[in-house]
């Protein structure tokens, strides 16, 4: 099944375009079944988000590329997940809920 990948920028840099490459292990990424995850994507169509680097915002998510949430996008985020209701996103609401607790932009992978 295919997942995206979901995690926390340390040192978030706005000039940077590392983000365009998937290392999913140098932001903790968590997998995230498509199924579980789509349905509280598309509710986020006009979300303040970043597609691929800093230098690029964006509005919703780039679902075959990588999204950069910022900080201010990040509760959003993570009550479109705690409202979809699916216990598999657990754990997306919880780096979403640690994200926001630490003011961190978040990183996704599409599919």
């Known amino acids: 099944m295919a ?7 340390e040192r978030f840099d706005p000039k940077t375009r590392e983000y365009e490459s998937y ?5 903790g990424c968590i997998a995230v079944t498509d199924d579980a995850l789509e349905p509280a994507l598309l509710q986020l169509g006009q979300l303040p988000t970043f597609w691929h680097t800093g230098a690029r ?3 919703g998510f780039a679902m075959t590329g ?8 990040v509760p959003a985020f993570r009550r479109a997940l705690e409202n979809a209701g699916d216990p598999a996103l657990r754990a997306a609401i919880d780096k979403a809920r640690e994200a926001g607790h630490r003011q961190k932009y978040m990183i ?3 599919l």
């Open 3 to 9: 997942s995206y990948h979901l995690g926390i920028i």
């Open 23 to 27: 290392t999913p292990e140098k932001y």
């Open 57 to 59: 915002p964006a509005a």
């Open 66 to 73: 990588v999204t950069l949430l910022p900080p201010g996008s």
């Open 108 to 110: 996704l992978y599409g």
